[in-house]
């Protein structure tokens, strides 16, 4: 069967901080990338648990954010 991951950001929008919540069919770790819409990254996640959820955004400065 072909592999599944799914990423949901719970709450979105939002104004501060956020879950993101990562599931997968396998046991891999998840490398995590997060940029802004200029390319740059944000924020970045090694070996996360394929079945996670993490918190971000606390020091983040208000802008649209793009999950890779």
Do not use: C
């Amino acid at each position: 069967s072909p592999e599944k991951l799914e990423a949901n950001v719970m709450p979105n929008p939002s104004n501060t901080f956020f879950n993101l919540s990562v599931r997968s069919s396998n046991n891999y770790p998840v490398r995590i990338r997060i940029t802004n819409i200029f390319g740059q990254v944000v924020e970045r996640h090694e070996k996360i648990a394929s079945n996670a959820i993490l918190q971000l955004g606390h020091n983040w400065q208000a802008v649209l954010i793009l999950l890779r």
